[in-house]
């Protein structure tokens, strides 16, 4: 021990960053601080607005803090660990300062470790400060509740990282010798692996993208097992990404390798490497191909992904500028540059290297057998993330998605099906999205018992039949049927609420309403239980029981509406949500309220109600500028309100109906044109006869807007006037619309055009005027545009001389004929007009 | 004591020392001249333990240097290009060898900076190079080290404070039996503050000599007589060198000065004045015994 650290060592090495370390710690705390502060303030805020007493009714169950705001700024302290380990490291850039510390009467072991010692107590010591200053902080807010657990989960994750990011820069100083070349190699050492298994991966999924590479022999090279992106994704949300075990068994490993090696580096380190950008020309030769590598790969990739020769060829340029860049900043002598010349070819000899291993996988995954007898079962999945993704690529699975996730059968005929559908894809492998196929992601067993996942393209008739097949088996419906137990759900996060609000309940009367909620189910029939699990069930309620937990290390979500029929269940949960109800209620009469107020001049609105849309774009006359958009005069306006508010006097829903859920919701959507943000307003209103809300939706539908549109729509025609006039000279014009035809009633297919028009050419120009006659010629009637039966020809203008880039979008008729059509495209595009079919 | 035996060093392709041989006696003041690029710091670091030798073992007190604290707690080694903590002053610096050092005194630390009229408190940063290098002599002096190695430490030092570092320096290897080690491409520097002294040239001892024996075994001779003669006249002395002009003869001997200034004296020279030389001189006529072009190691 006495040989690896040293207190009085370890002492001066704090002094020596202390300035570092104040300031670290000063800006991660006081950062810290100011989320529970804000909180704090909003809550005396709160209760100096409401009353203690008001407040306490409404606050009196705490909201629980999720794990992602407890302390996120204690990221700054990952931020600062490099910056610690190269000020405190700092000496071996300096050939004085080296031979000082060199020179000490310590074990170089003894030197590296008390000084990483003293850098790791700034930032472990800021960061249990901080966890600490919040923990007393969100205490002393009555309105949040957290669990004393995630202090010393945050405080672990925290340390780790530090440990991470500190073992990379550490070995890439010990390696090298100036600031320069330390970040470089820091930046090499850190993500070098990670680029070339992107390259490789990519290239591989772009070659065969119907292959899940996460059931590959390549999912080893998974983000999920990169402790840096895990970091990010998990430190501000729910850290379920913390519970895989690969990850935190790969990142130890890497964390203690780098550890041992920047300390070995160190006690071989010559002093004299000071200043020199590597220990010796090998290495710098090395350091070099290291860091030009990302670029020459990048290059591969592309030529593999991309033909156009042209875009291969900058990369190759920018590759070799990476490469003498380099040579020429850490050596600062053109010399030097010139002279790594033939190490060119080590760069080549890699990237071939590289080229042979992605040829060999395609070579593997090209000849793999698709017949029947090489598959031993089949099923459905859900593929959730891509191999490099930041984050799970979909949201996370529902329970049921997760027990019936890899399930699968092994009967003959689902077999063949996917068999067929394999070989149909290898074969159309471009084929993703076809009226004829559908694609799912399919698990598919081998005899030698490894699972691969592959996305298939299906007839709907195979879809159909395997999905039965699937659903015949008993074990996916006991699977699916299943229900979480009370501990596979995360700290905290179960919750019941009331339709969306916040959930103020304590995590202990969860638990027992969630074990009353388990009876009850369990108490079901089989069919109930599908048709709950289906949400089909008809006496669905307004009380919801949500969470989030793991199920052997996968995460999983639930949402259940808790039914009527759940007697227990509601009788626990009414008496917790009375005031939430109250208060919901009160709020949507308030807005019935505020509603009458609105003067309709600030924006537009669209009427709708349980979704369905009443009207659209009801406004005044201030939305006329500058907005496409059909609006209604004072007057249409004035009745429209008159006509909602009055409808909405006689439909409020009473507070019981509300309660019961047993009403419907008016929505009120009022686009802001001044801030362009919207805002909906619910009212609630009683079941009325269907009759009764056709009657209503007749009304705004009778007020008429077809005078407002119709001056609209000369000021287009006013407006592509202009716009011819402006694109006369020095400017491009590119039209992009989208046309449909009518193709012996068969359904409509959709096109997407640009002209790219250049206004130096008078006979383009004539052309270009021609396209106009047409477009003017086709601009919808009023009548159509007010029904929204008409789609848009966006127009975007731009003029080098004016510098300026102009938008017009012009509406014209939904439905044109493909000759119609075809005369526009001939006389705008010229014969070798170009039709992309939409994907 | 010190030893070295064969020490080879390379940067890259280039041998700094090559197969350097000495032995450095205790309590002695050993100066090490040399030009610029001929190993003196490159030896300093060898012994102080920054560099490993590529070849070859030193050893202190039969120890090896290189990674063992209990050899480098005796050895500091004060260096050309000075070091401080950043924004340090004299108190943070003391307290910093105060950690490493055992035997560091802040007694002798506050002495010495009083006898150097240094303010302790004051950022090195205001400090003019002169004074930085004697707040790197009185901490050096201060941890009392046995072994105490000075590269080039009378650079930027006016003749007054010069003097001062060597009566300090003098006055440590009385009291203290420290064995010092002044390296300086400047001969004269070292010649009244060394006791031993060793010429070092690409990479190798050229010289080594006690410079009291160097100093005195070596003089100048200016004879004349009044009939012409040449150097065959002096067949029983030891000449270095011989020059005459006209009746005139100017000789370095080597031996017994006043043994030979008799032997001279009984053959009636018209002129005899024995003159001591300077160490520079002593140097240049060793040298040049031993067959180097000395101005081509001095500066």
Known sequence: MKNIFNVKLYLQALKKIKLLGIACSAITVVISMLIPIFDLLKELEDKRRLGTAQFHKLYDQANIISDGIFSPMLILLIIFTPFFFFSMFSYLNKRNESDFYHAIPFKRTTVVVSFSAAIYTWLWGTALVSLLINTLLWSLCESFSFSFLLVPKLLGIVCFATLYFGAFTLLAITLTGTPVSSSTLALILFCLFRVVTFFFTSIIDNHFSYIDLTKSYLSIFSTKYWFPVAFLRGFFSDMSVFSNAALWIWSSIVVIGFFALGIHFYRTRKSETASKSAPSKRLQHLYRLAFTLPFALLTVFMAFVENDFSVILIFLVLTLLAYYLYELITTKSIKSMLKCTPYLLVLAAVCAVFSGAVFGSFAVFSNESTAVEDIKEVGFYEKRSELFSFEDRYYTLSYEEMTTNDLTISSEEARKIVSDAWLRTKEDSHIFYSELYQTRDVLIVRPSGRSIGRRLLFTTDEFNRLEDLLLSSPEYNNAFLEIPSEKEFYDGSLRCCVNDAQNYTDFEINKKIWNLFVAEYNELSEQDKILFKQNALPDATHYRITGRGDHHSTAFRIDYTVPASFVKTIEALQPLYEYELDDQYTMMKDEFERCKQLDFKEGDYSISIDGYLLCNNVSGPVSVNGFIEPVSEDESTRLAVEKIIAFLKDHLATRKEFQNNDCGMITLQINHFSSDYYTAVNIPIAKVPYTDAALFKETCSNISYEKDTEAMIFDIRQRMKDFLAKGKENCELNVHFKTYYDNNDEDPIWFDNALHYDGANQSEFETLENAFDWLDSHIVAAYDYMHGDYQTVTLVLYNYTLEIEEILEIPIGAKIPREDFDDFAKRTFGEDYNIQKEE | MIEAVGITKYFENFKALNNLNCKIPDSCIYGLVGSNGAGKSTFLRLISGVYKPDEGT??????????????????????????????????????????????????????????????????????????????????????????????????????????????????????????????????????????????????????????????????????????????????????????????????????????????????????????????????????????????????
């Open chain 2, 58 to 299: 030193i050893l202190m007190d039969g120890q090896p240097v290189y990674e063992n604290p209990d050899v480098k707690k005796n050895i500091l080694y004060v260096t050309d290009d000075l070091y401080f903590l950043p924004q340090s002053n004299m108190k943070r610096m003391a307290d910093f060898y105060h950690a490493i050092y055992e035997n560091f005194s802040y007694e002798k630390f506050n002495e010495l900076t009083e006898t150097f009229k240094l303010d302790p408190g004051k950022n090195f940063n205001t400090f003019s190079k002169g004074m930085r290098r004697q707040a790197a002599t009185i901490l050096a002096l201060a941890a009392k080290p046995r072994y105490l190695f000075f590269d080039e430490t009378f650079d930027g030092l006016d003749p007054v404070m010069r003097n001062l570092v060597k009566r300090c320096i003098y006055s440590d290897v009385l009291d203290r039996k420290t064995t010092t080690i002044i390296t300086s491409h400047s001969l004269r520097e070292l010649e009244d503050v060394c006791d031993q002294l060793a010429m070092l040239h690409k990479g190798g001892i050229v010289f080594e000599s006690d410079i009291q024996d160097l100093k005195t075994s070596l003089f100048k001779v200016q004879i004349a007589f009044g009939d012409p003669f040449d150097q065959n006249k002096f067949p029983d002395i030891e000449m270095v060198n011989y020059s005459q002009k006209g009746s005139v003869a100017n000789i370095i001997v080597r031996g017994d000065r006043d043994a030979i200034k008799a032997k001279l004296r009984l053959m009636n020279p018209l002129v005899l004045d024995i003159l001591p030389l300077t160490l520079e001189e002593v140097f240049i006529y060793e040298m040049e015994a031993l067959g180097y072009a000395f101005k081509d190691m001095i500066d």
